[in-house]
């Protein structure tokens, strides 16, 4: 079970999303441009405007077309009119003792959905790095055993704007735009200075399965001229989604992680049900030939402990084997438990003595700490509140979970 510790308890925070006048934050520039286009502005003053908002949108992370001092107030009032900069709706925020944060955040309702989603988004600071584990869609189709996000029974993918929103969100939160903490020193950030020096799609949903919408938004994310977030500094973690592998690669070229979680068909066929469609070997493959890695560009394998059931040194060693010739770092992560869940985390000792096998056949092996364990804030723990709603409250488009109805 998780151990409650000190967290201080989730805040209410009210921020009005409104249904009418749709929010711009979080679009990319072709999304932009539509958005113009829409109230009127003409096609050839269109690029020099995005320019304008891009800047106020992903530089300065502005909330108000108010601030846009080098827009018209004509064009300001017009977008004032019929959009807002609405972030995502925040449900809840929680900060665990090791001061990770948790939001809950709830999604403007989509065609004919009866109820808001919510998806969950965490940031993790470290000494040398801030870490935003982002969501890429409500729920996920996959049913891996020992994930909660697993047992989420709907699922919808999440727009571009929703997928960057966490970010937007996030650092308003954190205080991480330029000036945040005084406003009138008007300086740009500089990369060195950030709290969130990284992302990891690692929140709910498998982002293969949302892939234009995922690649759309990390292009925002990568932006030199807006967030800017280096590519290397953005990881996708998948689950196995072979087909679209390769694709990612060419198409958006950010690091790369697998949830390998087991070495035979037989025990991942249970633990990554995906395997039954994508067995190791074809996983494996389209590992080696994953555009740009080399030594110094490596694909994480990350591996869930599980006690007794796939954390033997004989499993140990198999994986030293099964990743030989891969370019590769493994990512021990210690379970994090859920209420309902089957499994036990591997006992500490059992962990230390696996990492040390595979240290010892030259794969760096951290093991992953556990963060915000108080509030459940860690891989696999997220799952959002509207999955107490019966199946039977929501309609289309809402696809029903079976991997087979993936979108
Ligand atoms: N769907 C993608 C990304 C989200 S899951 C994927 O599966 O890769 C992010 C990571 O958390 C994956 O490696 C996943 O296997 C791991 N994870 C899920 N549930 C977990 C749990 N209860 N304890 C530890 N890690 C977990
Ligand atoms: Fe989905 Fe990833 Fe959880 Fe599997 S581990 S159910 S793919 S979110």
Not at 10 to 22: F, L
Not at 47 to 53: E, S
Not at 143 to 157: A, D, E
Not at 394 to 407: C, D, R, W, Y
Request: proline content about 6%; hydrophobic content about 40%.
């Amino acid at each position: 079970m998780v151990t409650i510790l000190n967290a201080q308890p989730a805040k209410q925070i009210e921020v009005s999303v409104n249904a009418e006048r749709p929010s711009i934050a979080g679009l990319d520039r072709s999304g932009l441009a539509e958005a113009l286009a829409a109230i009127g502005v003409p096609e050839k003053s269109r690029r020099m405007r995005v320019a304008q908002l891009w800047g106020w949108l992903y530089v300065r992370g502005v909330r108000s077309f108010d601030e846009m001092s080098d827009v018209s107030k004509d064009l300001r009032a017009r977008l004032a009119d019929t959009y807002t900069l609405d972030r995502p709706e925040i449900v809840s925020e929680q900060v665990s003792v090791d001061g990770t944060r948790k939001w809950l955040m709830r999604l403007p309702r989509r065609g004919r959905e009866r109820t808001a989603p919510e998806v969950e988004t965490v940031y993790i600071p470290e000494a040398d790095r801030g870490t935003l584990c982002i969501s890429s869609q409500v729920g996920c189709t996959l049913n891996c055993s020992f994930c909660h996000t697993g047992t989420q029974p709907l699922v919808r993918n999440l727009e571009v704007e929703e997928i960057v929103g966490q970010i937007l969100l996030a650092r308003d939160r954190i205080g991480d735009w330029p000036g945040a903490n005084a406003p009138e020193d008007g300086r740009l950030l500089p990369e060195t200075d950030r709290k969130i020096t990284n992302i990891v799609l690692m929140g709910m949903g498998e982002p293969l399965y949302n892939f234009d919408n995922v690649r759309r938004a990390m292009a925002v994310a990568a932006d030199g001229d807006g967030l800017s977030v280096s590519k290397r500094r953005i990881t996708l973690s998948t689950s196995g989604v072979v087909p679209e592998i390769a694709r990612w690669g060419a198409e958006s070229s950010t690091m790369l992680a697998i949830s390998l979680h087991a070495t035979r068909n037989d025990l991942r066929d249970e633990l990554v049900p995906i395997n039954k469609r994508y067995p190791i070997a074809e996983l494996m493959n389209a590992c080696r030939s994953y555009p740009g890695l080399s030594n110094a560009r490596r694909i994480t394998f990350e591996y869930v402990m599980l006690k007794d059931v796939n954390d033997s040194l004989d499993d140990a060693r198999t994986l030293v084997r099964l990743l030989s010739g891969i370019p590769a770092k493994i990512n021990l992560i210690p379970f994090n438990p859920w209420p309902g869940s089957r499994y036990l985390c591997s006992d500490w000792g059992q962990i230390e003595r696996f990492a040390e096998l595979v240290n010892r056949a030259g794969y760096a092996s951290p093991v992953r700490t556990p963060r915000g364990r108080d509030i459940l804030a860690a891989c696999g723990q997220l799952k959002s509140e509207s999955t107490r709603l019966r199946a039977s409250e929501h309609i289309s488009p809402l696809v029903s979970k079976t991997p087979e109805t993936a979108p």
